[in-house]
Nanobody, 121 residues
């Protein structure tokens, strides 16, 4: 049974920092790309950051230079370090394991339950 469990959200003042964690179980973590998404009230879910199984990273323009995604394969955990937070970063943040396809098979995508991040001005 696959589980993605996020933690680390909370209330922080603008300019502050938070580190989100996503602990994965039930998958071979090291071969999977991992992603963080967020969804603000009334808005569509958007991709915030991604990290490949090899450690390459990508970021939304809105968070470049402020957020850092990383992974610890020994702990089956992906992190999102968020610095210089702004009120517009307020959202529910979701951990995602995207669809994994290989010759002869695939593994579906999975989502965590989400963790609330609120940035006050």
């Amino acid at each position: 049974q696959v589980q993605l469990v996020e933690s680390g959200g909370g209330l922080v003042q603008a300019g502050g920092s938070l580190r989100l964690s996503c602990a994965a179980s039930g998958i071979i973590f090291s071969i999977n790309d991992m992603r963080w998404y967020r969804q603000a009230p009334g808005k569509q879910r958007e991709l915030v950051a991604a990290i490949t199984s090899g450690g390459s990273t990508n970021y939304a323009d809105s968070v470049k230079g402020r957020f850092t995604i990383s992974r610890d394969n020994a702990k089956n955990t992906v992190y999102l370090q968020m610095n210089s937070l702004k009120p517009e970063d307020t959202a529910v943040y979701y951990c995602n394991k995207p669809l994994l396809v290989w010759s002869g098979g695939y593994e579906r995508d999975y989502w965590g339950q989400g963790t609330q991040v609120t940035v006050s001005s």
